[in-house]
């Protein structure tokens, strides 16, 4: 059946389906809007389907549908309609539904927009009938707006979205072809279209139509005399104006636009300037505003000339934007402005401020354009601009220095007032923009009355919104809070300049923040009040008058504790720019202290609470702390106080500091128990504190500045007779005694310490007070701070004693009687310290040390085991107590148990030990763990002693003494077998814990910690062992009746034995230094038999069947054995016998032990060598059958693991098969012929091992496969490589690429004789993958890769071949190119593609021995190179005459040289590969002569015109065009470096300059890359062609493209350096 038949059918079916669906309407009456929504999509007759359009039509009568009312149904005739016919029941259909809509547009749009979106057919009825609806309303006489007004907004938000869809979808492209001259049309010229323009397109077209409709029509419609006041009118407009504004087809929408103009003309004029001033319009939104704003200017009208000269302050919002464009408009909207301003008549304006502007405004415009160019290319000019014209002293380097004295000093303030006064009325962001410009103009912007009453209002409204006001406000937005900040920094350096009178009142209330903190991150805040911070220096300081100074000061005190980060810094850098003097500090303290107290605590239900007044009533009376606030404050103060230290005569502050210190400790000032009701306040530091830590520090704080006083007066004692009775020493003694702060009482230690050496006499009358509190304090701290201060007030205090009794005995009781209370490891630290001075008689006899009996060599055994015992109890005593004292929500915690070392039984267990050898403690930790595990404590007890015991073994390990036995091994063999003894009992221990891991019983983290411990201990163990006795060890927990304990011990095995002996050092402990460790690199006799004794039970265990329900035990046994080969490869008898069991256990069902197994076959093996031939056909079998286990499309045959567990045995039963190939390649390889060709499919067809989604299995494949090149001979090898390319090839394209670089390792490897032999069967397999390209099997995705494979191959057979040899297979190849395939285009280029990348290798590896060959491929190239074209001309052109050839040129039109994909690769290869012929051209028989440079030259300088295809960046396998345009460029520069005369160098010089004349600017900017590298390759050579080049560049400097005049300018610059002269006289 044909398409037309097909067709026909079709619309048989449909009419057929639809009078089914008109006829059973009444049955199914709920379904008449679907119906009548498909009949929509139908309703225009096409010639196809008239047949069913004009059903529809008759059925769109009989559907009952409103807006089908007035439908004219036509029946179907017998024959088809002419178009004509067709054309005018379309019209009439489109024509009725626009009345039906415009009766009712809003109802019926929803429903219409469902049509719309049916398909592209509806959407295409739809268009048509919005614009003839706008068509009839354009025509409709009558004016009434409200129904134009409906119809705008039921059609135009659709309308919008659908141009924005269309714009989103990248179709804008076709935009360009849309035919103005249908936009005179209407409907019918798109009706004609109907037929033949495809419907995406035409709805485009339709739409634009309906834009310029919809244009003509609102002005029709419009008012004539728009205001503002015309709401719906001006939304309307804007949003006609927005929607062509910020389309991207600026050209579509011109017309549009231009017929908008006249109606901006509106009333005034701001409602235009607010696009550009509001910043939120887009760039484009800006740009189009100025345009209009630009053609207001060129009216005629005087009143709007005036109107536009007072907004020019406006203008300068757009000038100072970011954008360039932006700012291109508003230049050339300021040009026009001047150019108004010079024929304006300012005496005929009738009011206003014409004289305000007449003398300055034409002038500034003129300045503002003689700094266009700067101005629009950088949009910091413009700033620096204003502060040069109107700023008395400020230059900058970006305007000239003269511009500031344009204006006398009265016209700068007019210019001032005339721009800060218009845009105080302009929106906020144009404000900001303003201010900005006008930043570096400094105070005078506040010399402006109405900026200053500007600020203020920002600031009254910034405090109505945060001091909680009952006035109605407005909250301050971001952009108001810059400009405040702005504005504040203006008004700090007009008050630094005046000597701080104006404006000191605005900074201060800036500063003024609300006490509570209530946001402390409010940029309307912290902002302002960091800008004046930050201003604040020490002259605007100094400047102002002493009672601004004390309020500034109380400020800054109350800031340096605010909860802004910002705010804290900036006070602390204020603080310290600025001088504050002591007076300044004493009125503020004595204004604390004269307050009568204050409370803290909670604010309900207490007794009247009293405020403390900061301040003198006369400075600020309204200003008032109470509760936290005044904590705060004094906070605040003291780390000012410890902050400034460079105040001067600060020794005066020290009798007010002691007074508020006393209120603070002492007094009632206090009154309730702030403990009961704690609050939290902010700290200058950022964090909170609660009132009691803030009193603490407040405490601590003045105890600082009074020391650092104290302490400034050791270098000053002047001042001394002047300060002896300001010091309160029992003040300090008695807050010593009552403070519970440790803290506190450590400063208060350290002030009297510095006292002391200022007036020691003071201190005697208090001494006995003051050691007494000493004493009393040695007994609760005992941190290293405290022990310091202490040593530091004893070194102080003594001297004082001393000097006033002469009896020491007193100062000894004191600390003595208090000794039993003081922790035991501080006694005699403190006794040492006092004495150290003075007593050192009597200190030596107190630090005699008595020792025990002397240690006896030997002790029986019972000795031994009464020791063992002593030790649990001990443990046992300290594990009790510590449970017992620890509180019952703390004891399942391993907190509850730390520093078990620091006890009291542990000491004394270690000293106990210290009497004896450790011949008689040693054994004793045996017998200590022994009873532990046997008894029978509760799990906590049980851990808890563990934990203990193994902290006293792993410190007792590190006793010298067994040290010095290993190292000279005196009583070797006991300690030896106490080393293993104690080795099997901590495995056991392990196991006893590991067996309990379910308990929860025990403390959280415990385990953890023992475990740590154990493997400590383990190791230093291990470390001292012999081999001997630790294999011994190892065979006795093997035969332990537990099985988790073999598993521990083998684990341990493997560990061991990984690290050669040698266990690293943990937790930064001492090991045990024995001689044992070289004894691991060569075993004795007796290391041997108990080497091999282990090796047969680790066999045992994988033989065992009994062990196969203990999978990980088996899995332990195999590790170990495989730890041992690579270890020990010495021992082959004993790993012959390993490998027989090893081998059989590959076919276990678990894979986890396959795959242990074969990497334990792969160690053996590498132990073996030749050895293991025997059980090389089982080897083979069960890993060929392994892999088949694994099949090649990844499903392993194993399905009783889950998809995880068996995915990750996969990979690692994978891994393990390469490990053993390895083994089996490497020690094995000339025995592997009868397995070669499954070893070689496996590694090139698996694809787990060829697509490597694994990276270690990958890199391991790749070892495997290098390593079958390399060790098998290339007879075995050669054969089985080259027969797997088919399934390769079928495969893909990863395995092909592995085939063919498995085939060049071979091949790197072949000697003189492999090579003769296999050399033709090579390349013929090489010159047969490379046809894959024109082939296109489908298995073959990226047909580059493996091509660059191939070609590798092929090279490195080259590499080895003889001349004699290459030559056939290169002619050969050029047949093979050149051959007949079926695709004698397609296939052809594709084979081209391949040969010239053999080719540009060739080149590149043989460089000047292939050069010759070039000349076989010459009529190729330019056969490639021309498409043909000039291959006619070839041989005729070799014979002619210089002059003939070069008008054998190729006269091609730039406009057709775009290319295929194909071709524009196949051209890169050619120029690349004539590039390196050039390059290496350099023998006696050059291929570059006279007659093949003519003949190139044409070819070559011609490919500068080609077009690259236009879809080439969605290829990124074929060379991009920058690419190719530098290989271009590089191999026509290495032509004429080759070439190597002027005679040949003028006609490709000529060539060259005449492509810089092309259109297209590639072209042009190609030709110049040329030029400039002829110029740098033959420097002085080229002057000879100077006059011929030098006419092309003086074209080329006026070229309209930047990137071309720039270029041409470089190459003018190198040739004028290379010649010596300007060459700008030639131009």
């Keep these: 059946m044909s398409a037309s038949d097909n067709a026909t059918l079709a619309v048989d079916v449909s009419v057929t389906c639809l009078k089914h669906a008109i006829s059973n309407l009444h049955v199914y009456s709920d379904s008449t809007k679907k119906l009548a929504t498909i009949i929509f999509s139908i309703l225009l007759i096409l010639p196809k389907t008239q047949r069913l359009n004009l059903k529809a039509l008759e059925s769109a009568k009989e559907l009952n549908w409103p807006f089908y009312g007035n439908l004219l149904g036509t029946s179907i005739p017998e024959k088809a309609l002419d178009w004509k016919c067709l054309f005018s029941i379309n019209m009439d259909t489109v024509s009725r539904l626009a009345e039906n809509f415009l009766m009712h547009p809003v109802e019926y749009m929803p429903w219409l927009i469902e049509c719309c979106n049916y398909s592209e057919l509806s959407k295409t009825l739809f268009f048509l009938v919005i614009m003839q609806s706008f068509v009839i309303q354009k025509n409709v006489n009558t004016v009434d707006s409200g129904k134009f007004l409906s119809l705008f907004e039921a059609s135009f938000p659709l309308l919008k979205n659908e141009w924005r869809m269309f714009e989103s979808r990248g179709d804008v492209a076709s935009v360009e072809e849309f035919d103005a001259g249908m936009v005179l049309g209407d409907c019918e010229a798109f009706l004609n279209q109907l037929f033949d323009c495809e419907p995406r397109r035409l709805n485009a077209n339709v739409l634009i139509c309906i834009f310029l409709r919809l244009t003509e029509c609102f002005i029709l419609k419009a008012p004539k005399d728009l205001t503002l006041d015309d709401g719906k009118w001006i939304c309307t407009l804007q949003k006609l104006f927005l929607l062509f504004a910020e389309s991207e087809a600026k050209h579509v929408f011109k017309d549009h636009l231009n017929s908008l103009a006249p109606t901006f003309m509106i009333h005034p004029i701001c409602y235009l300037s607010k696009f550009f001033t509001e910043g939120d319009s887009s760039v484009a939104v800006q740009v189009e505003a100025l345009h209009y704003y630009f053609f207001f200017c060129s009216q005629l009208e005087q009143s709007l000339h005036f109107q536009l000269l007072d907004e020019f302050p406006s203008v300068l919002v757009p000038l100072s934007s970011d954008d360039q464009d932006v700012r291109l408009a508003a230049m050339e909207c300021i040009e ?40 629009l290319s950088n949009r910091n000019v413009l700033p620096s601009f204003f502060t040069s014209l109107l700023s008395s002293s400020c230059h900058s380097l970006l305007v000239p220095e003269n511009i500031g004295q344009r204006f006398d000093q009265s016209t700068k303030k007019d210019i001032l007032r005339f721009i800060l006064g218009f845009a105080l009325k302009l929106s906020s962001y144009a404000k900001l923009r303003i201010f900005s410009l006008l930043k570096g103009v400094g105070g005078e912007v506040m010399h402006v009355k109405d900026v200053e009453l500007f600020l203020s209002e920002l600031l009254r409204r910034c405090s109505q919104n945060h001091f909680g006001l009952n006035e109605p406000y407005q909250k301050l937005s971001e952009i108001e809070v810059q400009i405040l900040c702005l504005l504040l920094e203006s008004c700090a350096v007009h008050a630094s300049s005046v000597g701080g009178y104006g404006f000191e009142d605005l900074l201060l209330k800036a500063l003024r923040l609300p006490l509570d903190d209530s946001s402390p991150e409010d940029p309307a805040l912290v902002q302002p009040c960091v800008t004046v911070l930050r201003k604040l220096d020490s002259p605007l300081y100094s400047s102002l008058e002493i009672e601004k100074q004390e309020l500034l000061f109380r400020d800054l005190v109350f800031l340096f504790r605010n909860g802004n980060g910002d705010i804290q810094k900036a006070t602390r850098e204020a603080l310290l720019r600025i001088k504050i003097t002591c007076s300044t500090l004493g009125q503020l303290l004595d204004s604390v202290l004269e307050q009568e107290g204050f409370t803290i605590g909670s604010v309900c239900g207490k007794k009247k609470r009293k405020a403390i007044k900061l301040h003198k009533s006369d400075l600020h009376n309204d200003v008032i702390c109470k509760d936290e606030n005044a904590l705060s404050f004094l906070s605040s103060l003291v780390d000012i106080l410890l902050l400034k230290k460079d105040i001067e005569n600060r020794t005066s502050l020290i009798g007010p500091l002691f007074k508020l210190l006393r209120k603070m400790v002492m007094d009632e000032w206090v009154q309730e128990d702030f403990h009961q009701d704690e609050k939290w306040i902010q700290a200058s530091s950022g964090a909170s504190q609660t009132i009691s830590s803030t009193l603490c520090y407040i405490q601590q704080a003045l105890l600082l500045i009074l020391e650092d006083i104290s302490a400034s007066i050791l270098t000053d004692m002047s001042v001394k007779d002047d300060i002896h009775d300001i010091f309160d020493l029992v003040l300090l ?162 907190n509850c148990f730390n520093s078990i070392t620091q006890e009291w039984e542990y000491t004394l267990a270690v ?135 073999r598993k521990n011990a083998l684990g341990l095995l493997c560990e061991t034995v990984n690290d050669n002996g040698t266990i690293k050092q943990r937790r930064g402990r001492k090991q045990l230094i024995s001689n044992s460790k070289s004894s691991w690199h060569h075993l004795d006799e007796s290391a041997l038999e108990s080497f091999e004794k282990m090796c047969s039970e680790l066999v045992h265990l994988v033989d065992d069947s009994i062990v196969d329900s203990d999978i990980s035990l088996k899995l332990a046994a195999i590790s170990g054995l495989e730890v041992l080969a690579n270890r020990f490869p010495s021992n082959y008898s004993t790993f012959s016998t390993c490998l027989t069991s090893i081998v059989r256990n590959i076919n276990s069902d678990n894979l986890a032990v396959a795959s242990g197994c074969l990497r334990t076959t792969g160690a053996l093996i590498n132990v073996l060598g030749p050895r293991a031939l025997c059980e090389l056909p089982h080897v083979m079998e069960n890993v060929l059958r392994r892999s088949n286990d694994v099949s090649f499309d990844g499903k392993t045959n194993f399905s009783e693991n889950s998809c995880s567990v068996v995915s990750n045995s996969k990979q ?139 070609i590798n191959a092929m090279i490195v057979l080259t590499m080895k071949l003889t001349e004699t040899m290459f030559k056939p297979l290169f002619f050969k190849s050029i047949e093979w190119t050149e051959s007949d395939v079926e695709d004698r285009d397609m296939g052809s280029t594709n084979r081209a593609i391949a040969f010239y990348g053999l080719v540009n290798k060739l080149s590149e590896n043989h460089r000047s021995l292939f050069v010759p060959y070039f000349k076989y491929l010459l009529e190729g190239c330019i056969r490639y190179l021309t498409d043909g074209e000039d291959v006619k001309n070839f041989n005729s052109m070799r014979k002619k005459k210089k002059a003939k050839l070069m008008e054998a040129s190729i006269d091609r039109k730039e406009g057709n040289n775009t290319l295929s994909l194909e071709k524009w690769h196949l051209r890169a290869l050619v120029i690349s590969s004539l590039n390196k012929c050039f390059l290496y051209d350099t023998g006696s028989m050059k291929f570059l002569d006279s007659s093949n440079f003519q003949v190139l030259l044409k070819p070559i300088v011609s490919q500068l015109t080609v077009e690259p295809p236009a879809s080439l960046e969605e290829h990124p396998e074929i060379p991009p065009v920058q690419e190719v345009d530098d290989i271009l460029v590089s191999c026509i520069g290495q032509m004429a470096v080759t070439a190597g005369t002027d005679l040949l160098w003028k006609p490709l010089n000529h060539e060259v300059l005449m492509q810089t004349r092309s259109e297209k600017l590639r072209t042009r900017i190609l030709g110049l890359r040329i030029v400039k590298l002829f110029v740098e390759k033959l420097k002085e050579e080229y002057l000879v062609l100077l006059a011929e080049t030098i006419p092309f560049l003086g074209e080329l400097l006026e070229d309209v493209e930047l990137p071309v005049k720039s270029l041409a300018q470089e190459i003018l610059k190198q040739m004028e350096s290379m010649s010596g002269e300007s060459l700008a006289q030639y131009l």
């Excluded at 010079?342 to 502007?357: L, Y």
């Excluded at 350290?750 to 050691?771: F, G, N, Q």
């Excluded at 600390?815 to 035991?824: H, R, T």
């Excluded at 395995?1295 to 032999?1317: C, G, P, W």
């Design 733 to 894: 003694v008695e807050c010593a005694r009552s403070t519970k702060d440790g803290i506190t009482r450590n400063h208060i230690f350290s002030l009297l310490s510095t006292i002391a050496r200022i007036l020691p006499d003071k201190i005697l009358a208090h001494i006995l007070d003051i050691l007494t509190v000493i004493g009393e304090s040695a007994v609760t701290q005992f941190d290293n701070h405290s022990q310091h201060v202490f040593e530091d007030l004893i070194s102080a205090i003594v001297p004082c004693w001393l000097s006033k009794k002469d009896n020491a005995n007193d100062l000894l009781k004191i600390f003595i009687n208090i000794l039993p209370e003081i922790a035991a490891h501080r006694r005699l630290p403190i006794i040492v310290h006092l004495l150290r001075y003075y007593f050192e008689r009597v200190f030596d006899e107190l630090m005699v040390v008595r020792y025990v009996e002397p240690k006896t060599q030997k002790r029986t055994l019972g000795e031994q085991s009464s020791l063992g015992s002593l030790l649990l109890l001990l443990f046992h005593s300290l594990v009790s107590r510590k449970i017992s004292s620890c509180p019952n929500d703390s004891l399942g915690t391993l």
């Design 336 to 375: 026009r402005l001047y150019t108004l301003c010079s024929r304006v008549d300012f005496s005929s304006r009738k009011s206003g401020n014409r004289e305000f502007q007449s003398h300055f405004l034409e002038e500034l415009l003129s300045l503002i354009l003689q700094q266009k160019r700067l101005i």
């Design 911 to 1045: 000293q106990i030990c210290e009497q004896y050898s450790c011949m008689i403690w040693f054994p004793s930790l045996v017998m200590l763990l022994q009873q532990i595990e046997m008894g029978g404590n509760q799990y906590q007890e049980l851990f808890m002693e563990l934990l203990a015991a193994m902290q006293f073994i792993l410190h007792r390990l590190q006793d010298p003494e067994i040290a010095f036995k290993l190292e000279s091994g005196e009583d070797s063999d006991s300690i030896q077998r106490t080393l293993g003894a104690l080795l099997e009992q901590v495995v056991c221990c392990s196991q006893l814990v590991d067996s309990r891991r379910n308990r929860k019983i025990e403390p959280i983290g415990i385990r953890e910690e023992l475990k740590e411990h154990m493997h400590a201990v383990l190791g230093n163990i291990t470390e001292g062992m012999i081999p001997s006795a630790y294999f011994k060890a190892i065979i006795k927990l093997m035969g332990h009746a537990d099985r988790d304990v």
């Design 1212 to 1350: 690692s039963l994978l891994l393990s098969i390469l490990v053993t190939l390895e083994a089996v390649i490497d020690k094995l390889g000339g025995f592997l012929n009868p397995y070669l060709g499954d070893i070689i499919k496996l590694m090139v067809l698996h694809p787990q091992y060829a697509l490597g989604p694994n990276s270690k299995l990958k890199t391991k494949a790749d070892s495997v496969r290098r390593l079958v090149t390399e060790k098998i001979p290339v007879r075995l090898a050669l054969p089985p490589l080259l027969k797997i390319y088919p399934e390769a090839v079928s495969t893909g394209d990863s395995s092909l690429s592995i085939s063919f670089e498995m085939l060049a390792n071979l091949i790197s490897t072949m000697d003189r004789s492999s090579v003769s032999n296999y050399h033709i069967k090579v390349f013929g397999l090489c010159l047969l993958a490379l046809d894959l390209r024109r082939q296109h099997p489908v298995s073959i995705e990226n047909i580059d890769t493996v091509e660059k494979n191939v």
